[in-house]
């Protein structure tokens, strides 16, 4: 089977010019098939903030009110999506911005309320594999952003993590999917404030461990769901680490087990 590498970048990488340019420079020389996944949370919380409005986050997940969905069109399917793209074009790489909704790409439904209305954000319940498809053949770089539709009129904020995962398994039966999630640490630590306390290679069993012991929380928690969950579904390799880990597989970062 070919190989799909599919690549999330964290919003703490798109906010660090440096450490963008450089993810930019290597992921446009990457070889082969590859879909980028972009994040951006703290954007959407700085400008939420500035414009006065209250911020909630419960698990990791933006509670995300009509107002909130503005700002987070605004800077993810705008201002980040195309800003990364052109950086991406100015590289070769011919990169194609989209959301969820654009092809009908990815359809989500709004996440079922519980003890806690998470407002305007979507759960993924189809992925349209055979448009993104065709991209990919033709050479074209998808760039997807955190944002996908319902099909009745509705944007739903939907965490970049997911997006990742979901796409990743969509196309577990048709590639070798590789999924590769890029943030600002070396990869899952054992000791939260000791970036040398990388852990090698991840299993669920010890990562409950870790979590019930609170070495593993926040963010960390739905990305390394994401994780399992793909690699459940026969995605065939798992990875989360620093950026230079998708062009040096000698870098450290950690490697996810069943
Ligand atoms: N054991 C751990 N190892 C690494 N990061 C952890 C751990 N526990 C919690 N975290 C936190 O999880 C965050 C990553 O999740 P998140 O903020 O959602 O990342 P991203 O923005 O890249 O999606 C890290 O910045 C870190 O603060
Ligand atoms: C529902 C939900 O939480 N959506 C996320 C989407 C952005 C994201 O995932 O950004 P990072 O990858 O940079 O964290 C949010 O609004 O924060």
Same mark, same amino acid.
């Given at each position: 089977m070919e190989t799909l590498k599919i690549i999330k970048i964290g919003g703490n990488i798109i906010n660090d010019?440096?450490?963008?340019?450089?993810?930019i420079e290597g992921f446009s020389k990457l070889?082969?098939?590859? =879909?980028?996944?972009?994040?951006? $949370?703290?954007s959407a919380t700085e400008t939420s903030q500035r414009l006065g409005l209250e911020v909630k986050k419960v698990e990791g997940r933006r509670i995300t009110d009509q107002e909130t969905l503005d700002v987070i069109t605004m800077i993810y399917a705008g201002k980040l999506n195309k800003t990364i793209v052109a950086q991406l074009q100015a590289n070769d790489c011919d990169a194609f $911005?989209?959301?969820g909704a654009d092809g009908?790409? =990815?359809q989500s439904v709004k996440r079922p309320v519980t003890s806690i209305d998470y407002g305007f954000a979507g759960d993924i319940v189809q992925v349209n594999t055979s448009l993104i498809e065709t991209l990919l053949k033709e050479a074209i770089t998808p760039v997807f952003c955190a944002l996908t539709h319902n099909k009745q009129g509705q944007l739903?904020?939907?965490?970049a993590d997911t997006i990742a995962s979901e796409l990743a398994i969509a196309f577990a039966s048709t590639y070798s999917v590789?999924?590769?999630?890029c943030f600002e640490r070396n990869?899952?630590? /054992? &000791? =939260?404030?000791? &970036?040398?306390?990388? =852990?090698d290679a991840l299993d669920s069993q010890a990562y409950q461990t870790l979590f019930q012991q609170g070495k593993i929380a926040d963010g960390m928690v739905?990305?390394? &769901?994401?994780?399992?969950? /793909?690699l459940r579904k026969k995605v065939t390799k798992v990875c989360i680490g620093k950026p230079e880990m998708i062009f040096d597989s000698n870098s450290i970062h950690t490697i996810l087990q069943l």
């Amino acid at each position: 089977m070919e190989t799909l590498k599919i690549i999330k970048i964290g919003g703490n990488i798109i906010n660090d010019t440096g450490a963008l340019q450089q993810f930019i420079e290597g992921f446009s020389k990457l070889k082969g098939l590859k =879909i980028l996944v972009h994040g951006g $949370g703290n954007s959407a919380t700085e400008t939420s903030q500035r414009l006065g409005l209250e911020v909630k986050k419960v698990e990791g997940r933006r509670i995300t009110d009509q107002e909130t969905l503005d700002v987070i069109t605004m800077i993810y399917a705008g201002k980040l999506n195309k800003t990364i793209v052109a950086q991406l074009q100015a590289n070769d790489c011919d990169a194609f $911005g989209l959301s969820g909704a654009d092809g009908n790409l =990815i359809q989500s439904v709004k996440r079922p309320v519980t003890s806690i209305d998470y407002g305007f954000a979507g759960d993924i319940v189809q992925v349209n594999t055979s448009l993104i498809e065709t991209l990919l053949k033709e050479a074209i770089t998808p760039v997807f952003c955190a944002l996908t539709h319902n099909k009745q009129g509705q944007l739903l904020n939907t965490n970049a993590d997911t997006i990742a995962s979901e796409l990743a398994i969509a196309f577990a039966s048709t590639y070798s999917v590789e999924l590769f999630y890029c943030f600002e640490r070396n990869g899952v630590l /054992a &000791d =939260i404030s000791n &970036d040398n306390s990388v =852990i090698d290679a991840l299993d669920s069993q010890a990562y409950q461990t870790l979590f019930q012991q609170g070495k593993i929380a926040d963010g960390m928690v739905p990305k390394l &769901d994401n994780c399992f969950s /793909a690699l459940r579904k026969k995605v065939t390799k798992v990875c989360i680490g620093k950026p230079e880990m998708i062009f040096d597989s000698n870098s450290i970062h950690t490697i996810l087990q069943l």
